[in-house]
């Protein structure tokens, strides 16, 4: 089995940088989930006999990459979640969006409505049924020109703090606000890349639920990023 990439581990927290592609916990289509990776590669590691218990405290897209924190106890797992209920931890993503976003730095603000059945949501009116609002800051960071032998067209790449936790809501807000995400073939993208779309969580702040000191870790970009960006910048990040 492939090891898990491991940003940060102590007896009460386990930090990876999850792959594009991979469920964040099992499903009815009994796909594999980083929660199932994580198990196995901690009993394997760690030699545990038996069961090995993993807390899934937040998730991510199948599609989208990055930090993801476990927690390794029942107790990390309470703590830790009842900071992202509170909207406690500061989550920073980078994406790359085919279209731009003006002015070059602001906050979006919609209200969306999620279609269980569909796993498709949408924004809506404020006066919707089952609308929530959806509040993000993000900050243009550079554009990449259109490059024939890539087969990309000009791309632009954004910094996205989101400041609620709505289903797709990167997603959705570029896409409706006129930058939607490489990829993301669900919500107008023009471009496929596969099992990945072009959003990545970069950095994840949360207080440790122990020790209850500020913890900040960072997931270097996946190397299918590498032509999306160009040289100069995947660099400039990877650094």
Same mark, same amino acid.
């Given at each position: 089995?492939?090891?898990?990439?491991?940003?940060?581990? @102590?007896?009460?927290?386990?930090?990876?940088?999850?792959?594009?592609?991979?469920? !964040?916990?099992? @499903?009815?289509?009994?796909?594999?989930?980083?929660?199932?990776?994580?198990?196995?590669?901690?009993?394997?590691?760690?030699?545990?006999? *038996?069961?090995?218990?993993?807390?899934?405290?937040?998730?991510? @897209?199948?599609?989208?990459?990055?930090?993801?924190?476990?927690?390794?106890?029942?107790?990390?797992?309470?703590?830790?979640?009842?900071?992202?209920?509170?909207?406690?931890?500061?989550?920073?993503?980078?994406?790359?969006?085919?279209?731009?976003?003006?002015?070059?730095?602001?906050?979006?603000? @919609?209200?969306?409505?999620?279609?269980?059945?569909?796993?498709?949501?949408?924004?809506?009116?404020?006066?919707?049924?089952?609308?929530?609002?959806?509040?993000?800051?993000?900050?243009?960071?550079?554009?990449?020109?259109?490059?024939?032998? !890539?087969?990309?067209?000009?791309?632009?790449?954004?910094?996205?703090?989101?400041?609620? *936790?709505?289903?797709?809501?990167?997603?959705?807000?570029?896409?409706?606000?006129?930058?939607?995400?490489? *990829?993301?073939?669900?919500?107008?993208?023009?471009?496929?890349? *596969?099992?990945?779309?072009?959003?990545?969580?970069?950095?994840?702040?949360?207080?440790?639920?122990?020790?209850?000191?500020?913890?900040?870790?960072?997931?270097?970009?996946?190397?299918?990023?590498?032509?999306?960006?160009?040289?100069?910048?995947?660099?400039?990040?990877?650094?």
């Amino acid at each position: 089995m492939t090891p898990l990439e491991v940003l940060f581990e @102590d007896n009460h927290c386990l930090v990876v940088n999850k792959p594009a592609g991979l469920l !964040s916990m099992g @499903d009815e289509t009994g796909d594999a989930s980083l929660v199932a990776w994580a198990m196995e590669d901690l009993r394997i590691r760690h030699q545990k006999p *038996g069961n090995v218990y993993v807390g899934l405290v937040h998730r991510l @897209d199948r599609p989208v990459s990055g930090v993801m924190l476990l927690a390794k106890t029942s107790k990390a797992a309470s703590r830790i979640a009842a900071q992202f209920r509170a909207r406690e931890p500061e989550k920073t993503y980078l994406t790359l969006t085919e279209g731009t976003l003006h002015p070059a730095s602001g906050e979006l603000v @919609d209200w969306l409505v999620k279609d269980n059945d569909r796993n498709h949501t949408w924004v809506a009116g404020k006066n919707t049924t089952g609308a929530k609002e959806a509040k993000l800051r993000y900050r243009l960071l550079g554009t990449i020109p259109s490059l024939a032998p !890539s087969g990309f067209g000009s791309r632009t790449l954004v910094e996205v703090q989101p400041l609620t *936790g709505r289903s797709h809501q990167i997603r959705v807000q570029l896409a409706h606000a006129g930058a939607v995400i490489v *990829g993301d073939l669900r919500y107008g993208s023009q471009c496929a890349l *596969g099992a990945m779309i072009a959003l990545h969580a970069r950095s994840l702040t949360f207080e440790h639920p122990v020790k209850h000191e500020p913890v900040t870790i960072q997931a270097p970009l996946p190397s299918t990023w590498q032509p999306l960006l160009g040289d100069s910048l995947w660099h400039q990040f990877q650094a």
